[in-house]
């Protein structure tokens, strides 16, 4: 049985047309509907066998879910170099927010040093989610032990109209809000965000349960008006 037989044999109509409409900029039939945690495990089994690398050097792939799919596959394998590797060759075939912030390989964490550099690349590139994808991987893994006040910059310095890049840099900087405050709330304070990216941020964080009653208040009479 092809993988794409197998991932037909997973098919649930009813959740394409949800996931559809989570990701209006993939057209409907590019959609075959199959939920997260049974790509997850499909990923896993294939991870195991020699059929993951033959799909891996098929690109691009034509369907959501293949794209999904090849995101957790990547997650699987170990070794930081190869990883990187198909994980640069497989970015420019990114088009959509869900598959960019799903893809999060395990190795990276345990590569900080040389993964902040490309983080640094990524997130000054001209491609919507490439950009992106370097915003999720410094929120994920640069907002806690491995914090820097200076990385901080990054995605002030990126000046996008594209709404999945300026979404992505209002949860970066809603969450270090929530995780490092003192070093992030000066970028509130003196208005560093783009308007919408910092209003956005405001929202967010005030929306979140890890900001405090008082440090939204505070927050609230931050926000740019109109």
Not at 46 to 75: C, R
Request: net charge negative; charged share 30%.
């Amino acid at each position: 049985m092809s993988i794409l037989d197998r991932m037909y044999d997973l098919q649930d109509v009813e959740y394409a047309e949800f996931q559809s409409k989570l990701t209006p900029n993939v057209d409907r039939e590019r959609f075959i509907g199959i939920r997260v945690p049974a790509l997850r495990k499909l990923a896993k089994e294939m991870a195991k066998g020699e059929e993951k690398d033959s799909f891996l050097q098929k690109l691009p792939h034509y369907y959501y879910e293949e794209n999904m799919l090849h995101g957790f596959l990547l997650a699987e394998i170990k070794d930081y170099d190869r990883c990187m590797e198909e994980i640069e060759r497989f970015l420019p075939y990114v088009d959509n927010w869900a598959v960019s912030d799903t893809m999060s390989p395990k190795v990276f964490g345990k590569h900080k040093e040389e993964l902040i550099e490309k983080i640094r690349v990524w997130i000054a590139s001209d491609e919507t989610y490439t950009c992106r994808f370097g915003m999720c991987m410094l929120m994920r893994y640069f907002l806690d032990e491995d914090f820097r006040v200076e990385y901080l910059e990054l995605p002030a310095a990126v000046h996008s109209d594209e709404y999945y890049v300026q979404m992505m840099a209002a949860w970066y900087y809603a969450t270090a809000l929530a995780k490092q405050w003192e070093a992030t709330i000066p970028y509130i304070e003196q208005k560093r965000l783009d308007k919408w990216v910092h209003n956005k941020t405001i929202q967010k964080a005030r929306e979140s349960y890890r900001i405090t009653d008082a440090q939204k208040e505070y927050l609230n009479n931050l926000k740019i008006k109109k």
